[in-house]
């Protein structure tokens, strides 16, 4: 048997000396093989696998989890000489690479995607997180992650299997209620199918990153290396003129409109709008002070004149602890009771198609940046940490007022 050979990352209290990178530190095994050892910023340490394809290029790919901080089993969890093992066999059969990263895990110990996204609920929780927000997150954990992926563990998940989970949701129909619908989906439909799988794979890798971060994953190179579907976004298109959030208000009940002309006059959402109470009106710095918004972060929206007025006035002389907006009984607005009467009040209006109640939020987006408010103020009024959302999903009406202020003011040379 051919002798181990020596390295400064044989040793655990020599490899745990290493500061974090991402570039592993290797010894030669020969014939083109090497092992790595990567140190993580927070928990063990991995073992990787590197081997030439004999014109100059490398392949890198993980084999397991150091044994920095347990005991090696010899199956998830690796000694030095363990690994020296297991990448001496994957450089003579390497179609074991695969069986390897799959199959093997720590027994009943594995630290599964399941695990993670259960971790990942609780962590949301804490951080105070949004009853939709977590309802969402939990409906794909659920739904849709689970079912594919919650039984491999995470140091065996590869970016391969990522993908082909990704592709087979991409053409599977959407659910309805939590069932699977039967339809045929048309281009618009599969782009709308690709995009609901962009924004589940934003759930996963969230778990898994907070899973990294906790020390309970070795790496985060896999999943780090796929990408969402590109160009399946549509522009938000749906918003109200000024002249139709006039008549919608119109076709409202006193009690509804109220609510309805506070989402015109802030962008704020429905949830938010309910929660509000009368002390979070702020006469002093003319803001709406919104103590919980979806992210769970509270923000303050600055009011126009406007605002001000109508906040102004159905605040004077009332309690601060009251609820600042209420249904015509006296009682506050619960979920879902603004579904009915928005497409009433639609209807009303005249309307056609009839709008969702969150669809005054992107008429306050969409006609505030026509009016040239810059995407930064718009951003930070709707609650976005940046302004990608606003950019992805408004930034054509900004440009298409740039357009409409160079044809009014550009210079013309008017030259026959």
């Known amino acids: 048997m051919a002798r181990t050979p020596r390295s400064p990352i044989e040793g655990r209290t020599n490899r745990l000396k290493l500061p974090p990178a991402r570039?592993?530190?290797?010894?030669?095994?020969?014939?083109?093989?090497?092992?790595?050892?990567?140190?993580?910023?927070?928990?063990?340490?991995?073992?990787?696998?590197?081997?030439?394809?004999?014109?100059?290029?490398?392949?890198?790919?993980?084999?397991?989890?150091?044994?920095?901080?347990?005991?090696?089993?010899?199956?998830?969890?690796?000694?030095?000489?363990?690994?020296?093992?297991?990448?001496?066999?994957?450089?003579?059969?390497?179609?074991?690479?695969?069986?390897?990263?799959?199959?093997?895990?720590p027994s009943t110990d594995a630290y599964t995607v399941r695990r993670a996204l259960d971790d990942y609920l609780v962590h949301l929780e804490r951080e105070g997180r949004s009853k939709s927000a977590l309802a969402d997150a939990r409906n794909r954990a659920d739904a849709l992650i689970a079912p594919d992926l919650g039984d491999i563990a995470v140091e065996a998940l590869t970016a391969d299997r990522i993908r082909k989970w990704m592709d087979k949701l991409a053409v599977s129909p959407p659910r309805r209620r939590g069932k699977l619908t039967e339809q045929v989906l048309d281009d618009d439909g599969k782009r709308k199918r690709r995009d609901s799988v962009n924004r589940t794979l934003t759930t996963l890798k969230a778990a898994l990153n907070v899973s990294f971060r906790e020390g309970k994953a070795p790496s985060d190179a896999e999943w780090k290396r796929v990408q969402a579907f590109r160009a399946v976004v549509g522009a938000r298109t749906q918003w109200l003129t000024i002249e139709q959030a006039r008549k919608l208000l119109t076709g409202c009940p006193p009690d509804f409109a109220m609510l309805v002309r506070a989402a015109l006059l802030t962008g704020a959402r429905y949830g938010e709008l309910c929660r509000l109470k009368v002390s979070d009106y702020r006469a002093d710095s003319a803001t709406l002070f919104i103590s919980q918004s979806k992210s769970g972060k509270a923000r303050y929206i600055n009011l126009n004149s406007d605002g001000r007025a109508f906040f102004g006035e159905?605040?004077?002389?009332?309690?601060?602890?009251?609820?600042?907006?209420?249904?015509?009984?006296?009682?506050?607005?619960?979920?879902?009771?603004?579904?009915?009467?928005?497409?009433?009040?639609?209807?009303?209006?005249?309307?056609?198609?009839?709008?969702?109640?969150?669809?005054?939020?992107?008429?306050?987006?969409?006609?505030?940046?026509?009016?040239?408010?810059?995407?930064?103020?718009?951003?930070?009024?709707?609650?976005?940490?940046?302004?990608?959302?606003v950019e992805k999903h408004y930034g054509h009406m900004s440009r298409t007022f740039v357009a409409q202020q160079v044809e009014a003011f550009a210079p013309r040379l008017e030259i026959s």
């Open 314 to 389: 159905i605040a004077r002389g009332r309690q601060p602890s009251e609820i600042l907006l209420k249904r015509a009984d006296g009682t506050p607005w619960e979920r879902h009771n603004q579904i009915r009467r928005i497409a009433a009040a639609c209807s009303s209006a005249g309307i056609a198609p009839a709008i969702s109640f969150h669809e005054i939020r992107h008429t306050w987006a969409s006609l505030s940046i026509m009016a040239g408010m810059p995407l930064q103020v718009a951003a930070q009024m709707m609650g976005h940490s940046d302004t990608r959302m």
């Open 23 to 105: 570039k592993p530190v290797f010894v030669g095994l020969g014939e083109g093989v090497a092992l790595g050892y990567r140190r993580n910023v927070n928990g063990p340490g991995a073992w990787v696998v590197r081997r030439s394809d004999g014109k100059g290029g490398n392949s890198v790919r993980n084999i397991g989890v150091a044994d920095d901080f347990a005991d090696a089993d010899g199956s998830a969890v690796l000694s030095y000489q363990q690994a020296v093992a297991r990448c001496l066999a994957v450089a003579e059969k390497p179609e074991m690479l695969e069986e390897v990263r799959t199959t093997v895990r």
